[in-house]
């Protein structure tokens, strides 16, 4: 079994999927809110939701990086999912995130996805990521521009006009 990394962040824990998270996670995929932008927009079942934390799962132990869950540190409460993607046919290492509704405009995001991004170019040495956003996500644009992100292009990817923005290490930039 791979070994995933927990990193711990001001408020926050990221930390493999667990069995313990599934219900969670299942809600939060269940939500339209939360999967309108992402795969073909519509919230998915329990079974589905299993196996994409299967998914999520086996990507690190396919490429050495993936998703993590990310939790309240002070409580352990499942915030979302935050973390790295890039499965055969994806354009290029991606930073995604993805919280749960109620968790959301509190800076979470920023805060998680800004340690998997330093996770990517200090341990993957990646020497870009990518965060490919849905031209009517306006939220997750935001978040891309707080950690830096600047929009490189737009692709049609998975039939949607996607902006692409993209991410340096710090030596890079």
Do not use: C
């Amino acid at each position: 079994m791979i070994e995933i990394p927990r990193i711990e962040t001001e408020r926050l824990r990221l930390t493999a999927f667990g069995d313990r998270h599934f219900e969670a996670y299942a809600s939060m995929l269940a939500d339209a809110s939360s999967t309108r932008f992402v795969g073909d927009g519509q919230p998915l079942d329990r079974m589905n939701a299993w196996r994409s934390m299967a998914m999520l799962l086996g990507h690190w132990a396919l490429r050495g990086y993936g998703m993590w869950a990310v939790e309240l540190k002070d409580s352990g409460e499942f915030v979302g999912r935050v973390g790295l993607h890039n499965p055969e046919g994806w354009p290029d290492l991606e930073l995604g995130w993805m919280l749960m509704p109620a968790r959301r405009r509190k800076g979470y995001a920023t805060e998680a996805a800004r340690a998997a991004l330093d996770f990517a170019f200090t341990q993957v040495k990646a020497l870009r990521a990518v965060s490919l956003i849905r031209v009517e996500n306006s939220e997750s644009e935001r978040v891309a521009r707080r950690l830096g992100g600047r929009q490189a292009t737009t692709i049609d990817f998975l039939g949607h006009a996607t902006l692409v923005y993209v991410y340096h290490p710090p030596e890079l930039d």
